[in-house]
């Protein structure tokens, strides 16, 4: 009689782990293996799936270890040696340099520490650059564009946009553009829309809080989403609101703003261990992606450890996942844990969410594999 | 009035000791920890993955050129490191590899109380942190 009783408690156990498990909105249906040459490591700061003209898809990114940028035509590497001074210098390569496909052979470099953006072709000859900024004289602009994985470059005809960070930290960022359209035909550039209104309140943290994400839709509109703000907006490419729509994570809580002054800082000292310690312990909206066919958007959450956590060291988040249709409907939200999945290299290929595996990574240095994962009703 | 005055740059003064005294302690809690043998070790360089880039960049290759003459007298510890493929490269196997240089693959080094976004220097006397500053060059 015992035994029958353990028997039902242990299958009333499994059947509630079942019930958790059913809860999941995408599912892995496929993996992409990159092999990596010695100087190659995770340590990617910009990388993209470019599809051609032949609708083959290509793998790239920058590799700051040797000044390069690796591509992928099949598993195998492929590599392009940028020279960093002289007349095809792009500088080196750093965290802060990111690159963008806009044909089979010709690719766009955004070097932040210079001011400058590359137009480069496949040989690693610069076939024109741009002047973005001027380094030296600071005052004279308000943000400068710069690009990541998660919150890669994109173009859309003859203009790349590209997310700004603010020159100037503390300050009040009312009138100032998050996102610059740089036109690489005529080199004329405009920033366009300014943070929503939630952030007319309040200092919110560091400046990763303050950062634009966004992505083209299906309608040839621009889908933008803040890391504070639980809605998307939706916006022409002249930077005209359009519509918005909510779009919350059940990680993210009412966020508390980290003070009440919004020029924090400005005026005194700013306690930069505090700020630090409440931005990565604060979940936030961190990216907005779609996939190739516009049909499918991610909204990348970055849910932060505790306050606890963040003092001991344990400062990278896990994440989630929520999927959205082209009619803005919600398909559902999925965690992912930080030790399996790297949480800067999740980005959208044809066949799928693409997530790399730090897990796997860990095990064989040599190869970077790519989990693809699908909503369960598309499998 | 001048007594007061004194008394409270004395007060001052003993706070500070006792911050110090806890930043130490915290030093002193995580080497034993790691349970390195620092019986003919005079400096710790703990040398962290992010932060000041340039100054990362510097205790890294002041090290990697003149390791050979601190390699008994000096523990060099990396903390944060997130691929040890990546700290090869950038650090070098040769550096690595040598008896005294650690990984803190635990990451006690991050922790709050003690992280820095620079390159630190612990002074070591009897196996025991006796100060703590930045790392600077002109200190070995």
Redesign the interface.
Known sequence: MKILLRLLFLLLLISCKKDLIVNEVLSETDQKSFKLNS?S???INSAEFFINKDDNEIFSFLNT?DNSLVYYLSSSPKKIEFASEGENGVGRF?ITTSHHFISQDSILILQTEMGKLFLSNLDGKILKSIDLFDLNDRGSFVNYPTGSTLKPMISYGEILFAGCNFVKFFNDYSNYGTLQKINFKNSQLENIISLPKKYDENFWGTMFKYRISFCLSEKGTLLVSFPIDDEVYEYDLEGKLQASFTCKSEYVENVKPFNANKVYGSGSSPDW?KIN?YSLSNSDYTALISHPNKKQYYRIVYIRPSQGD??????IPDFSVIVFDEKHQIQGEQRFSSSKFDHTLVMATEGGLAIARKDL?DEN?EELVFSIFNLNGDL | MKMKGRFLILLCMCLLISCQDQKEKEYNRILEELNLDLSNISNIVIIPNEGCGGCITDATIFFQENFLSFRDSTVIIFTGVRDLKQLQLTVGSKLLDEKNVFIDSKNLFLNDKVSSIYPQRLNIKNSNTSAYSLFERSNF
């Not at chain 1, 963040?310 to 400062?315: F, I, M, R, S, W």
Request: no cysteine; hydrophobic share 10%; aromatic share 6%.
């Open positions: 100087t490591t995770l340590n270890n750093s261990g310690s963040v003092t001991t060291g344990k400062k990574y240095n």
